[in-house]
């Protein structure tokens, strides 16, 4: 195909010299085709509509630009930008997000209107749309008050949730107080009930070294059963255990009513109460006697726990640690006992010191064959785990640092341990002034600072 310009510049012919067999398709085209000439007239027209449009693609090419076809290197991506605009098809979407994002933060710093009735469920909101017809912003203001509502339901639920579990933990099942009340009455009229634990023969091991010494201090007799029957069953050597289970006066005959009609031999089980104890005496305990006579102290652990908190301010997490650790059996004697061990058993040279909430699913025996090194303290760090609820406790989760006291002395980054099963170098115990130490911050530090767990 050929373009021949004419001499004068008149005309444009458009011609053929093609030599295959289809030549008559193609002459009859080239006389077509030949006849049509451009003229100056509509050579001039074409230059004033292109004079007329180029300013408009001008324009709209300096709009896509700045909308970001700058990041495009080629001529076809720019001509894929502006194709859509040119045919008429434009798409919209990234213009809505952005605008819809622009809403969300006038929203976001506004003030959600009094009179806005939010709904109850997206059905509703949905349904509410169609009728009345919102906008955008009072859309996205009822998205904003359905998500808040929601978040403080969720919120006060947890609270209440916290609140039951920290009163039914706190409170004695009708059960249980009626468990003991039985077995104290057993106690009475039973001789079984009443006989002595350990029988006379084995009272020499109480104090063999060679067994394996356990010690549970508790008020709560099935507790007791549960830890000292899970120990014992558990164990690949039942019969080199000693268990010395220690309660309060008037849990005293129903805890040994128990044992004593509900024996775990070939295990060996000593029921003591406190007040069997000659070493504990207001000479020896005067801190612990000054803890639970103060008035101030007793309302901490036993009044109202919620009152004086800013929910708002907390979070559900911190609130279940501040409920755990106003508990009030951290003012009972029986948690301090554990201060006490060394003197308490003095025949004694190594211990396990159970809490009654645990369930012992392995033999514990290994525990005597680990050498302590001269320590007095063997326990599991809580700070190291999988579990981030359980195993993420230093010592900033229990004490005040705002005290200067505890600032000076500990580490808040400092890895606390779980109490719930530790083993004790008695021996190595007596070489230290613990108590003293124990005795001199329980009289510098408030309980409302300090808390055993």
């Not at 775990?264 to 029921?271: M, R």
Request: overall charge neutral; charged content about 20%; aromatic content about 10%.
């Amino acid at each position: 195909m050929q373009l021949h310009f004419s001499p004068s510049m008149r005309s444009i012919t458009i011609s053929s010299n093609s030599n295959n067999n289809n030549n008559g398709f193609i002459d009859l085209m080239k006389i077509k085709v030949a006849a049509r000439h451009i003229s100056y007239r509509t050579l001039f027209h074409t230059i004033l509509i292109l004079a007329f449009l180029l300013p408009f693609v001008f324009i709209l090419t300096a709009l896509v630009t700045l909308e970001g076809v700058n990041n495009c290197s080629s001529f076809d991506c720019l001509g894929r930008r502006l194709g859509p605009r040119l045919l008429g098809r434009v798409d919209d979407s990234g213009r809505l997000v952005r605008d819809f994002y622009k809403i969300l933060n006038e929203v976001k710093a506004g003030e959600i209107p009094p009179d806005l009735k939010l709904p109850d469920s997206f059905d509703q909101l949905v349904s509410d749309m169609k009728n009345n017809q919102y906008d955008a912003k009072t859309f996205a203001f009822m998205l904003r008050g359905m998500m808040e509502k929601l978040e403080r339901e969720i919120r006060e639920s947890k609270f209440a949730e916290l609140m039951n579990k920290h009163f039914a933990a706190s409170s004695i099942p009708k059960g249980i107080h009626c468990l003991s009340l039985r077995l104290t009455d057993e106690y009475s009229s039973n001789a079984h009930a009443r006989k002595q634990l350990p029988p006379p023969e084995l009272l020499p091991l109480l104090s063999d070294n060679s067994y394996h010494h356990f010690i549970l201090s508790t008020d709560n007799i099935l507790a007791a059963s549960v830890v000292v029957a899970s120990t014992v069953q558990s164990s690949l050597k039942p019969e080199k255990i000693v268990f010395h289970v220690i309660t309060d006066k008037k849990t005293y005959a129903g805890m040994h009513s128990w044992f004593a009609l509900n024996p775990v031999t070939p295990a060996i089980v000593e029921i003591k109460s406190i007040h069997q104890f000659d070493w504990l005496t207001r000479e020896n305990v005067p801190v612990l006697e000054a803890v639970e006579n103060q008035n101030g102290i007793r309302n901490y652990y036993h009044g109202n726990h919620i009152a004086g908190t800013n929910l708002s301010d907390t979070s559900p997490r911190k609130f279940a640690s501040k409920l755990q650790a106003r508990s009030p059996k951290y003012i009972s004697l029986l948690n301090h006992l554990r201060i006490y061990l060394p003197e308490l058993f003095p025949n004694l040279d190594k211990v396990v010191f159970l809490d009654d909430d645990v369930v012992i699913q392995r033999d514990l025996s290994p525990l005597w064959e680990i050498d302590l090194e001269g320590k007095v303290n063997g326990a599991v760090e809580t700070c190291r785990g999988e579990d981030e609820w359980v195993m993420s406790k230093r010592f900033r989760n229990y004490f005040n640092f705002s005290h200067p006291l505890i600032a000076r002395n500990l580490d808040p980054d400092e890895c606390a341990w779980a109490y719930g099963m530790n083993i004790f170098d008695l021996h190595a115990w007596r070489r230290t002034n613990i108590r003293e130490i124990y005795h001199s911050w329980l009289k510098e530090v408030s309980p409302h600072i300090l808390v055993l767990t």
